[in-house]
């Protein structure tokens, strides 16, 4: 919550520094900011997550990943389902297709987001500098559920939040 609302500010004031705004240091002071807090939450992850650093192993994420480490952290916590089509509705990874399409697609907003994260990370990791497909996120997505699978942390996480 805290890294999202940092990240939201960050987003702000970037715009404003497109459109002509003197913003100063404000972006560098936030961008440290944030990557102190992403560090955090890969901490608690580690400690709480089991088999978190096997999972990014296999990912082929290592610990200078900030980005990937928070957004498979991220992920692993909103997304507890251990299908893939469960998934894929969980976050919104499909076409909707009626007439009333923005009522039928409901999706996890923070999970996409956490998703994004992993899968830019992954991306630029592997050389790719393409735009960002569904097609992509489809793709990592069933390669994390199977590092799941294999790990044995499908189903209940271990990990309550609350």
Request: aromatic content about 6%; hydrophobic content about 40%; overall charge positive.
């Amino acid at each position: 919550m805290k890294e999202e609302m940092l990240y939201k500010n960050l987003q702000r004031i970037q715009n404003s520094s497109i459109v002509g705004v003197d913003v100063g240091s404000g972006v560098k002071i936030l961008e440290k900011i944030i990557d102190d807090v992403r560090k955090e939450v890969i901490d608690r992850a580690i400690k709480m997550i089991p088999g978190f650093t096997n999972t990014a192993k296999y990912l082929g994420l290592d610990t200078d990943d900030i980005n990937g480490l928070t957004g498979l952290a991220g992920l692993l916590v909103h997304n507890k389902s251990a299908s893939y089509r469960k998934s894929i509705k969980y976050l919104g990874l499909y076409k909707a297709k009626d007439r009333d399409a923005w009522k039928i697609k409901k999706y996890s907003s923070k999970a996409q987001r956490h998703l994004t994260m992993l899968t830019n990370a992954i991306l630029r990791k592997n050389g790719e500098t393409s735009a960002l497909r569904y097609r992509d996120l489809r793709k990592i997505l069933k390669v994390v559920i199977e590092a799941r699978k294999q790990m044995a942390l499908a189903g209940g996480l271990g990990y309550k939040p609350w």
